[in-house]
């Protein structure tokens, strides 16, 4: 009779076993292999550190008032050569194309990256949002800028990338940049026209 109370309990707990999910701690996947994050500036998921945050806000904000500045040249001449001092066309046409990259670039810089970066503090990219909330978007975004990611694997996927030579460099050149623009806008509001 001891014989059938065994072998019936090794049956009664391997068919309990047999409709588990499988349990692994998340510490332990540092043995299992990963994938690389092999995510760059223009992907909409991934996580990136504080530096790459840094660059890619750098990167896509150059190129947009690049671009602009670009066009308003191009248009100045266009207008010029024409002799007509009616602006009126060249003012719709760069609207026109002012807009949607204006968009793409808002999008980028104000939900994308801090959505990935949100990622990286194994947070939940809706908190990006919070960049909509006057005073409380400044607190988020210096949180962002000088929280320390997640060590390894997380939620949301491998660790970012290590950074290159020029994401230092950028990471050194931003905040110059925004000193700048600081001190431009200080000087607009006291200086008399």
Do not use: C
Not at 55 to 68: A, C, E, G, K
Not at 75 to 95: E, H, K, P, R, Y
Not at 137 to 164: C, H, M, W
Request: net charge positive; charged share 10%; glycine share 6%.
């Amino acid at each position: 009779m001891d014989l059938n109370k065994s072998s019936d309990t090794s049956k009664s707990t391997s068919t309990a076993q047999l409709y588990q999910a499988p349990t692994a701690v998340l510490s332990q996947s540092s043995n299992l292999q990963m994938m690389p994050n092999e995510t760059t500036w223009y992907h909409f998921y991934g996580r990136i550190g504080r530096l790459r945050y840094l660059s890619y806000q750098l990167f896509i904000m150059l190129s947009f008032y690049l671009l602009m500045g670009a066009l308003v040249f191009l248009f100045g001449l266009i207008t010029q050569a024409n002799g007509s001092g009616d602006n009126s066309i060249t003012t719709v046409v760069l609207s026109i194309i002012f807009m949607p990259l204006y968009i793409i670039m808002a999008i980028y810089s104000i939900i994308i990256y801090p959505k990935r970066r949100l990622n990286d503090l194994g947070r939940s990219g809706w908190l990006a949002l919070t960049m909509f909330l006057p005073f409380i978007n400044i607190i988020f975004i210096l949180y962002i800028l000088f929280a320390q990611g997640d060590e390894g694997v997380n939620q949301y996927g491998t660790p970012p990338r290590k950074n290159s030579i020029i994401h230092y460099i950028a990471g050194w050149i931003a905040p110059f940049l925004f000193l700048v623009f600081i001190i431009a806008i200080l000087a607009a509001m006291i200086l008399p026209y």
